[in-house]
């Protein structure tokens, strides 16, 4: 670490240099944005409720009802339903998608158009949500708009990183937000955990802050070492000799958590959606049902969200690796698996691997989606103070991404031919 560092700072990286400071430039003009309030709307947002995951994502924004409320999520969530619709949903999206760069040119486009009108459609159901029930429609409109607008702002924020930064510019937006709200936990926790009343208190409250720091930096770790993780599928390229007497033989890698932290982001929406409505019809009954059954907090409410979270990433990872596509590209560039046959029987050996690690890697994403529930349950901390959670491991994964991005940066530029 200490000496990428280094490298970062050597004259001869100057470029790289401007490239990580204005990365981290964009991203304080970010952290400013979750901060300032839309006129007319101070302090207005007290309890989220199952929106907190989505407060915490975004650095505290919607809990301060700021500019930046929505984050970038509804551009995620067009990004979604897009490569849903290109599962042979709508034949125009589909032929998109196989025309290559400039497909895919016509397709982000669609996107952000997209994202937009989903921005504007959250922002009047938040503005109806949080501000007082006698405004008049035009007042919900501007609420609306504005919050449109800084969706608006955050997605070219996003493109400069991505253009003139380091790392993948959206991704590391929502990685700011978290990272900015998890100095703040540690010193909540410091001050409900450790407890000043006597000499033999204090030590054994500071035994127990450390335990916590300790099991944070556990799961750092066990996070790491997972995000990493992958299965090397062995494959033979008969048409690429190394030598005279055999082909040259190489590894299809294939990660143990391919979904990412997708499913938990669209398990916890799923369950989002129904308390959304409840709120929004303001239906007392309803409310009542989902609170006793459907809530994170309730055993039948976390039974579902598990089961929400290993049926997404079944579906999530069979739809970006697809195991018939894998084996006819592999057909067709003239590779096999040794012991396998191509065609129907390397699609079927794919899919067994894909279903046995995706299996382990959606009991990963329980636990760490599931911890900071059960924390909340047993310990009597605020609810603010949490040990694992999806935003620690979209945080991980963010920055292992943009390690390697930078570290192979450095490597490009200072490798010498001997």
């Not at 059954?293 to 976390?302: A, P």
């Not at 195991?323 to 390397?346: F, V």
């Amino acid at each position: 670490m200490f000496a990428l560092v280094k490298q970062i700072m050597n004259p001869k990286n100057k470029d790289i240099k401007q490239r990580v400071l204005f990365t981290l430039g964009v991203l304080f003009i970010f952290e400013l944005g979750t901060v300032i309030p839309i006129p007319g709307t101070e302090n207005i947002v007290k309890d989220l409720g199952f929106l907190e995951l989505f407060n915490a994502m975004g650095g505290g924004a919607l809990k301060n009802f700021s500019i930046f409320a929505l984050g970038v999520f509804p551009y995620i969530s067009a990004s979604i339903i897009m490569q849903l619709l290109q599962m042979d949903v709508i034949p125009y999206f589909t032929e998109l998608g196989k025309q290559g760069h400039v497909g895919k040119q016509k397709l982000n486009k669609i996107t952000r158009y997209f994202g937009i009108t989903i921005a504007f459609l959250q922002g009047y159901v938040f503005s109806i949500a949080f501000l007082p029930q006698n405004l008049l429609a035009i007042e919900y409109m501007r609420v609306a708009v504005i919050l449109t607008a800084g969706t608006a702002l955050l997605l070219w924020l996003g493109d400069q990183i991505t253009q003139k930064g380091i790392g993948n510019g959206l991704s590391l937006i929502i990685m700011a937000g978290i990272l900015s709200t998890i100095p703040m936990m540690f010193v909540n926790a410091y001050q409900e955990i450790v407890d000043f009343t006597s000499t033999q208190t204090t030590f054994i409250s500071l035994i127990g802050f450390l335990i916590f720091v300790l099991v944070y930096l556990i799961i750092v770790i066990g996070i790491i070492y997972i995000q990493q993780a992958e299965r090397r599928i062995p494959i033979q390229y008969a048409n690429r000799t190394t030598t005279a007497y055999g082909a040259k033989q190489t590894y299809m890698p294939v990660k143990l958590n391919s979904a990412g932290v997708i499913p938990v982001i669209f398990a916890s929406m799923a369950i989002a959606v129904p308390a959304t409505i409840a709120q929004f019809v303001n239906n007392e009954k309803m409310t009542l049902f989902i609170e006793k059954y459907i809530s994170y907090d309730t055993i039948t409410g976390f039974a579902f969200y598990v089961l929400l979270i290993v049926f997404f990433a079944y579906f999530y990872t069979f739809l970006q690796l697809k195991p018939d596509k894998l084996a006819n590209d592999l057909q067709q560039s003239g590779g096999y698996i040794p012991g396998i046959r191509p065609g129907g029987e390397t699609t079927k050996y794919i899919s067994q691997i894909l279903s046995r690690l995706t299996l382990v890697g959606a009991v990963f994403l329980i636990v760490i989606a599931g911890l900071p529930i059960i924390f909340s349950n047993v310990s009597n901390l605020s609810s603010n103070i949490t040990i694992g959670g999806t935003g620690l491991l979209i945080v991980v994964g963010v920055l292992l991404e943009t390690y390697n991005q930078l570290e192979g940066k450095l490597l490009t530029r200072n490798y010498k031919v001997r």
